[in-house]
């Protein structure tokens, strides 16, 4: 049996008609990039400063 090809993009565009995509590009998507990266942030700097004080 033949599987179908599949072309799965990183970021689909509002006006694409595309079923194949990780993320969109809407309000959603970038609230929780946002919310996702101050975290990392926040946890590199408290790792550091324990690392600095300790």
């Known amino acids: 049996?033949?599987?179908g090809e599949e072309k799965t993009q990183?970021?689909?565009e509002e006006e694409e008609k595309t079923r194949?995509?990780?993320f969109q590009k809407n309000s959603k998507t970038?609230?929780?990039?946002?919310?996702?990266l101050a975290v990392l942030v926040l946890l590199?700097?408290?790792v550091a400063v324990s690392g600095i004080l300790f």
């Open 1 to 3: 049996m033949k599987q």
């Open 10 to 12: 990183f970021v689909k």
């Open 20 to 22: 194949h995509y990780i």
């Open 30 to 36: 970038k609230l929780g990039f946002y919310f996702t």
């Open 44 to 46: 590199i700097i408290g």
